[in-house]
């Protein structure tokens, strides 16, 4: 069995990929002050410290890598810029993230994580439980796989995750597939109940 996928801290947070991508323009769309967030596979950070910084004191993220080095790097940094009582850091899979409570979280960022680990099912099972009701989450994976790769995503099983949510927007570029998504049935559960 293979394990999760790292990728060097330095590649994931650099000066050339936040000149050709800020994360503060991608996020502005999706964080607000005062929201709580959760960002799985946070690597060292690179939406992480934006995040908490709109977000503010009165927010809260929860940043989650399976890879210790980069939860220390992303620790560093955080502190650095006074930060450390907004993030709340974790070095575990996001396939097990029940310190995060129950439909808490208004913003899910799952960058490029479902293609870098082998537990898909358990993951989308956890981001269903920790978003609230009227909670939004930010799915992509790579395209760019070894067939016989097991943390691969394929066109199928993307579909098939994407059939447990209401998806908002997607897309499907040339290396990655995206989608904005919510929880599946909660608005017609809850009229239902009514």
């Known amino acids: 069995m293979q394990s999760d996928r ?17 994360p503060e323009k991608k996020m502005s769309k999706f964080v607000h002050a005062g929201n709580v967030v959760a960002d799985l596979g946070c690597g060292p950070g690179y939406f992480t410290i934006p995040i908490a910084k709109v ?8 940043a989650v890598d399976s890879d210790q080095r980069s939860i220390q790097v992303l620790g560093t940094k955080s502190e650095a810029q ?6 709340e850091a974790h070095a575990t899979s996001a396939a097990d993230v ?5 439909e808490c979280v208004d913003f899910v960022l799952a960058h490029g994580l479902l293609c870098c680990m082998t537990s898909h099912d358990q993951t989308v099972a956890e981001i ?14 790579t395209k760019v796989y070894r067939r016989d790769d097991p943390r691969a995503v394929p066109r199928k099983e993307w579909n098939k995750i994407l059939a447990g949510f209401v998806v908002k927007e997607s897309g499907d570029g040339v290396f990655n597939r995206w989608a904005i998504v919510s929880r599946n049935g ?9």
């Open 6 to 22: 790292y990728l060097p801290t330095q590649l994931m947070d650099n000066f050339i990929r936040r000149l050709i991508s800020p």
């Open 55 to 62: 977000v503010g004191p009165a927010g809260k993220v929860y």
């Open 82 to 87: 006074g930060l450390g009582s907004v993030i």
């Open 98 to 102: 029940k310190y995060i409570p129950t």
């Open 128 to 141: 269903k439980r920790i978003l609230k009701p009227t909670g939004i989450a930010y799915l992509s994976v």
């Open 186 to 194: 909660l608005r017609e559960e809850s009229q239902n109940n009514n």
